[in-house]
């Protein structure tokens, strides 16, 4: 991350934390290494790899290439589901992983994850939540997509209707489409953009019309609570999400200049907590990733500033101005009065520039003749109408300029 990736990210950020604490969820922090069986599951669901090496017990561990796992094992270990009714919680931190090609990967993943006995408005609100967070990140264009991948009960009849379906129409098919087939993943074929592909894909069976009446009477709850949140939503087939995903899917998009951004997925995974070993838990969660809130926000436009507001811009002009501003610059701070400067050489222009840049209305010049002196000259930035000050009445004069 660059200096200026950090700016859009904190401020990303600040507003994620904000609604996260408002909507009930609590921080919590997983480990970077985890055992590397705990991450099986999840390689099976795609392509990338997570990155294990042996530890100094001689077992293999792997650096995090998600969270959700780490998530269900912390809760798993520490048997949460005996302390309480519903765990929420909210994350961000780097992941890890390694693609086909062997490069490794890393990221800031950031999330939400609920544990618990959960009804249909949990999903609503969540996406609630996350429209909220979007929208006030200054990201336009939203579109929610949203589908039901059935249950372990009716999920895999529809796999097998939708896989004959695909084997009728293979010679159609991309060879992508077709390794997909050979690996029993039909799903995943619904995912593809190859313009033939899509043919085919439109007349394909939905999953909507094969899942079971549990399943359907918990997406109807979901679809009117989005309803009475007056959210707009399309129903769409090529949201498949993960193996593990379990009843409603959905993706938050943004298209901006002709660009179809990801900007995170959701969903059930209710048979996570149950594989590892523990009872019977839903689990509702939700997983972006830095990189495209970033890409969204830079096509966006959006203006922000930093949470800092500077008071004070000094201005040094030689080796003997730039000690003094040292100790202006401390007393400055210590009334409360927040200072910036220059630490390079520069013209008094140039200085001048960056602190009309910055919107500070308060310049402070010492040079030479001023640091002998014991003076300071103070000059309004926008005005440019400048005085000539003794420094021990300078932060009193700059207080009063500041309404303090």
């Known amino acids: 991350m660059l200096p200026e990736h950090h700016l859009p990210w904190s401020f990303f950020l600040d507003k994620f934390l904000h609604l996260a604490n408002i909507f009930g969820y609590t921080k919590i922090e997983a480990p970077l290494f985890e055992h590397a069986r705990l991450y099986k599951t999840w390689e099976q669901g795609g392509e990338r790899k997570a990155v294990a090496m042996a530890d100094i017990k001689g077992a293999t561990a792997a650096m995090r290439p998600t969270h959700l796992f780490s998530l269900a094992r912390m809760y798993l270990e520490h048997r949460l589901y005996e302390r309480e009714r519903i765990s929420k919680w909210f994350y961000h931190a780097p992941i890890m992983y390694s693609e086909p090609t062997g490069e490794l990967k890393q990221s800031v993943e950031f999330g939400l994850q609920i544990f618990g006995g959960l009804t249909p408005i949990a999903d609503s609100q969540m996406i609630n939540m996350l429209m909220r967070l979007f929208n006030e990140a200054g990201i336009p264009n ?58 085919v894909i439109t007349e394909a069976p939905t999953a909507l019309d094969y899942i079971c009446d549990n399943c359907r009477k918990h997406f109807i709850s979901v679809l009117e609570g989005l309803d009475e949140l007056n959210i707009a939503y399309n129903l769409n087939q090529k949201v498949v999400g993960k193996p593990w995903s379990r009843r409603s899917i959905f993706e938050i998009h943004s298209r901006i200049e002709g660009k179809d951004i990801v900007l995170g997925r959701g969903g059930h995974f209710d048979d996570l907590i149950q594989s590892l070993g523990g009872p019977i838990t839903q689990s509702l969660g939700f997983i972006g990733k830095m990189e495209s809130v970033l890409e969204a926000i830079n096509l966006s436009n959006v203006k922000f500033a930093t949470t800092q507001k500077v008071d004070v811009y000094l201005v040094p002009l030689g080796e003997l101005a730039c000690k003094k501003t040292l100790r202006l610059f401390t007393e400055l701070w210590n009334h409360g009065i927040v200072a910036s400067e220059f630490m390079g050489v520069g013209s008094i222009k140039t200085q001048l520039k960056l602190a009309e840049s910055n919107k500070v209305d308060i310049a402070l010049l010492i040079g030479q003749k001023e640091a002998r002196e014991g003076t300071v000259i103070l000059r309004d930035v926008r005005s440019g109408m400048q005085e000539i000050f003794v420094t021990e009445r300078i932060v009193d004069e700059v207080k009063k300029r500041l309404g303090r």
């Open 142 to 199: 939203l579109s929610l997509e949203i589908n039901n991948s059935g249950c372990l009960e009716c999920l895999p009849g529809y796999r097998d209707v939708l896989g004959g379906y695909f084997k009728e129409h293979k010679y159609d098919l991309c060879d992508n489409c077709l390794s997909y087939l050979e690996k029993n993943n039909p799903l995943r074929v619904l995912t593809c953009e190859n313009l033939d592909c899509n043919t």
